[in-house]
């Protein structure tokens, strides 16, 4: 099962998951431009960054694997939509079949 904009993952916490897959306890995360460049200034983008190291940081207390996917282009084509698919569906088997502590990763597309 995949889970969209999933909420109160953890409990007592308004934290919400773009995707999340509960039979794996994968997060994953899709994150756009202003997530790692100045769009909306430097102050934004230091909050930004915060609540994401904040969201790692809860989902790994938790023993939830977290996947970041870095989305680069502003326009994604089809080609790398099926990149992105297939680095995603590589990592989830990755974690998957190695088990052990939860982490953080990332993919950039």
């Known amino acids: 099962m995949i889970e969209f904009h999933k909420k109160?993952?953890?409990?007592?916490?308004?934290?919400?998951?773009?995707?999340f897959l509960p039979s794996k306890n994968i997060a994953i995360e899709v994150d756009?431009?202003?997530?790692?460049?100045?769009?909306?200034?430097?102050?934004?983008?230091?909050?930004?960054?915060?609540?994401?190291?904040e969201k790692n940081?809860?989902?790994?207390l938790y023993k939830v694997n977290v996947i970041r996917i870095k989305q680069?282009?502003?326009?994604?084509?089809?080609?790398?939509?099926?990149?992105?698919?297939w680095a995603l569906h590589h990592k989830i088997n990755e974690i998957v079949t190695k088990g052990g502590q939860a982490n953080v990763h990332t993919i950039e597309v």
């Open 57 to 60: 940081g809860l989902l790994l």
């Open 8 to 19: 109160g993952i953890l409990a007592n916490e308004k934290l919400e998951v773009d995707i």
């Open 72 to 85: 680069l282009r502003r326009n994604l084509s089809d080609k790398n939509l099926r990149d992105t698919a």
């Open 32 to 53: 756009g431009p202003s997530h790692f460049m100045e769009i909306w200034g430097v102050g934004t983008l230091g909050k930004v960054q915060k609540a994401d190291a």
